[in-house]
Nanobody, 128 residues
Framework: QLQLVESGGGTVQPGGSLRLSCTAS???????????IGWFRQAPGKEREGVSY????????WYTDSVKGRFSISKDNTKNTVHLQMNSLKTEDTAVYYC??????????????????WGQGTQVSVSS
């Protein structure tokens, strides 16, 4: 079973930066080559939303509108690790960020599939 381990959350001031990382278990390469891996987030009192993914099939990337130009996703295939570089953070970016593996459409429609694999979540807090 695919396992995802996240790291890199924390507290920063508005305008600051954080880098999230998510490492998949060693036996996951075939799954990662077929699906997308990326991040959802959930703020208090709000629905979970897709933030960004990178496709395992062609390396294409997607970002939700509110983070375009500020967040950047990348993948290290040798380490089964994906990174989310978050710059120019805003208070509205405060949420628990979850790494996930799922078909790309899940991010676009904000509806993860029942078979999605999830990390444990990492808190990102942006506050002055």
């Amino acid at each position: 079973q695919l396992q995802l381990v996240e790291s890199g959350g924390g507290t920063v001031q508005p305008g600051g930066s954080l880098r999230l990382s998510c490492t998949a278990s060693e036996d996951s390469q075939s799954t990662l080559n077929y699906y997308a891996i990326g991040w959802f987030r959930q703020a208090p009192g709000k629905e979970r939303e897709g933030v960004s993914y990178i496709s395992g099939r062609d390396g294409s990337t997607w970002y939700t509108d509110s983070v375009k130009g500020r967040f950047s996703i990348s993948k290290d295939n040798t380490k089964n690790t994906v990174h989310l570089q978050m710059n120019s953070l805003k208070t509205e970016d405060t949420a628990v960020y979850y790494c996930a593996v799922d078909p790309p459409l899940s991010w676009v429609v904000n509806q993860p599939s029942p078979r999605a694999s999830w990390g444990q979540g990492t808190q990102v807090s942006v506050s002055s």
